[in-house]
């Protein structure tokens, strides 16, 4: 028996985020970093950067206080 491995893609909602770096510090598997450029209200915001390794456990979601991260997984 095989276990089913999940993906997961994440969307961050670039001009909603403040670039609090919860994200960042939650994510087990370093999927999510800071960018260099700055959004529309002055805040570097999260990016979405591995994303082979993201599993989907939504935890960067969950401390996100803007609510600007969106997951979805696949199996």
């Known amino acids: ?3 089913k491995v999940k993906k997961g893609q994440i969307e ?3 001009e909603k985020c403040k670039g609090c770096k ?3 510090l939650t994510c ?3 999927c999510i970093d800071i960018s260099p450029e700055f959004n529309s209200s002055g805040y570097y915001p ?3 950067v591995n994303p082979q ?3 989907g456990c939504a935890m ?3 401390v996100c ?6 997951v979805f997984v696949e199996e």
């Open 65 to 70: 206080p803007e609510i600007a991260i969106e």
């Open 46 to 48: 999260a990016v979405f």
């Open 22 to 24: 919860y994200c960042v």
């Open 12 to 14: 961050i909602q670039w």
């Open 1 to 3: 028996m095989q276990t």
């Open 53 to 55: 390794n993201c599993i």
């Open 28 to 30: 087990p598997k370093g």
């Open 60 to 62: 960067c979601a969950v």
